[in-house]
């Protein structure tokens, strides 16, 4: 659904069939709007990330491969940065396999951010990343398909534990503080016949995913809000927030600003 709402190719009737009723719950170009909205912030917060001295990158959930790729945004600031694409759906590994044919320093693994043990200990990622060094961790529209039943927060400590001080997590995720309620209701109907069904949750919901970090300026905030001289600009809704935050190495309040 997010590759037919970003113009791509690569989808099915059946994501389509999806995708056009949460058209019709919020519009087609607020659809535009959101998607492209997240994908301008991934791309500035990679940015903002490998500038600040960051080349290990695991991209979570990362979907089909199109513009503007995590390897391709760090690897024009870090040539050797070394990036993990992960998604549980072999399509993706298929696409991104061919797509990286070329690139030894970049691979997609299939796996599922519900076991993050499997994830962390895949062969193909140990090869890449060397957790002995500061890494970041992308969960971008991520956490919005992961259940409360599914120990969203959970996830992510198993990920913060296996990293040192100066890692980073950059995080995006839809909201309830926002959009209108019953257009929130009828995306969340929409989405009841996907793989993974959506939730949104509050403000405070999601800035406590950020436990263990420390969210660096502006903190969580509208995706068009962050950063926006790091990267192109995308459109502006109040459907989701996002935030970059990082492990300090000492007292609270050492991290980067």
């Known amino acids: 659904m997010y590759d037919y709402f970003l113009g791509g190719k690569d989808n099915f009737e059946i994501d389509r069939e999806a995708a056009d009723k949460v058209k019709v719950a919020v519009g087609e170009m607020m659809c535009h709007g959101i998607v492209w ?69 970049t691979t997609v693994i299939t796996a599922d951010v519900r076991d993050p043990e499997a994830i962390l200990g895949h062969p193909d990622l140990r090869a890449l990343i060397d957790f002995s060094r500061p890494v970041a961790v992308l969960a971008i529209a991520l956490f919005h398909f992961v259940r409360d039943t599914e120990d969203p927060s959970g996830i992510l400590r198993a990920f913060r534990d296996r990293l040192r001080p100066g890692s980073f997590l950059a995080l995006s995720h839809l909201t309830t503080d926002g959009p209108p ?77």
């Open 181 to 257: 309620a019953d257009e929130v209701a009828q995306v969340v109907d929409a989405y009841k016949g996907a793989t993974s069904p959506i939730v949104f949750r509050p403000r405070a919901r999601i800035e406590a995913l950020f436990d263990g970090f420390e969210l660096v300026e502006p903190g969580l905030t509208r995706p068009w809000k962050w950063h926006p001289g790091f990267g192109p600009q995308g459109p502006e809704t109040e459907w989701l927030f996002a935030g970059v935050g990082e492990m300090p190495d000492g007292p609270p309040g050492a991290a980067r600003r």
């Open 37 to 105: 909205e997240n994908r301008r912030f991934l791309q500035r917060a990679v940015r903002y990330l490998a500038e600040n001295g960051i080349d290990q990158f695991i991209d979570l959930g990362t979907g089909l491969p199109t513009v503007g790729n995590v390897h391709e945004v760090a690897q024009r600031i870090v040539p050797r940065a070394r990036v993990v694409y992960v998604d549980n759906d072999p399509i993706v590994l298929a696409h991104g396999r061919a797509l990286l044919a070329t690139n030894s320093t």
